[in-house]
T-cell receptor, first 114, second 112 residues
Framework: KAGVTQTPRYLIKTRGQQVTLSCSPI?????VSWYQQTPGQGLQFLFE???????NKGNFPGRFSGRQFSNSRSEMNVSTLELGDSALYLC?????????????FGSGTQLSVL | AQRVTQPEKLLSVFKGAPVELKCNYS??????LFWYVQYSRQRLQLLLR??SRESIKGFTADLNKGETSFHLKKPFAQEEDSAMYYC??????????????FGKGTLLTVNP
């Protein structure tokens, strides 16, 4: 079974630009979550999608958005990039996103904003 | 509000010594707790979850509701245990929706 795949692996952008990150979950998984990982803040929850609907959202500004397609693949978009958006963005999938479910993480997309 | 606290950013022990990584949580509901681990150049992965009451790679964790803790323990540390460890709490955000809240992590180094 293929694992969670995130593309691209690395991105370099400049302030003010926008970026789109992609995540393909494990086959059969319908819940996809996104996290921002930084050395200072650790892992912070961005949002979770299930069956093309956003079910949960973290405390991030509206510049951060996402969507999920019918095949469960998900994208997240960050508009008007700021220097502080530089981070590793992790995607995780699970079967249904239930309370005790194990999350399977991708390798992440390293975003650098210059 | 729910919170997960890992008081130690760094923890260094010698091979063969016992190790305990601390995790405290605050949550008004019934907690579902996990430990995730990230080895160097590898993906973040589940180590164990309290509902399974399992021991993985010699690690155990007991949920103590009175002390609101879920400390991770191993009696004899190995060099390959060196990694970043994250404690996580599954939080109900309404209905059957849950999200995972992570602590900031503890970097464990096991010295030879």
């Amino acid at each position: 079974k293929a694992g969670v795949t995130q593309t691209p692996r690395y991105l370099i952008k400049t302030r003010g630009q926008q970026v789109t990150l992609s995540c393909s979950p494990i086959s059969g998984h319908r819940s996809v979550s996104w996290y921002q990982q930084t050395p200072g803040q650790g892992l912070q929850f961005l949002f979770e999608y299930f069956s093309e609907t956003q079910r949960n959202k973290g405390n991030f500004p509206g510049r951060f958005s996402g969507r999920q397609f019918s095949n469960s693949r998900s994208e997240m978009n960050v508009s008007t990039l700021e220097l502080g958006d530089s981070a590793l963005y992790l995607c995780a999938s699970s079967f249904s996103g239930g309370a005790g479910e194990k999350l399977f993480f991708g390798s992440g997309t390293q975003l650098s904003v210059l | 509000a729910q919170r997960v606290t890992q008081p130690e950013k760094l923890l260094s022990v010698f091979k063969g010594a016992p190790v305990e990584l601390k995790c405290n949580y605050s949550y008004s509901g019934s907690p579902e707790l996990f430990w995730y681990v990230q080895y160097s150049r590898q993906r973040l992965q589940l180590l164990l979850r309290h509902i399974s009451r399992e021991s993985i790679k010699g690690f155990t964790a007991d949920l103590n509701k009175g002390e609101t803790s879920f400390h991770l323990k191993k009696p004899f540390a190995q060099e390959e245990d060196s990694a970043m460890y994250y404690c996580a709490l599954s939080v109900n955000s309404g209905g059957s929706n849950y999200k995972l809240t992570f602590g900031k992590g503890t970097l464990l180094t096991v010295n030879p």
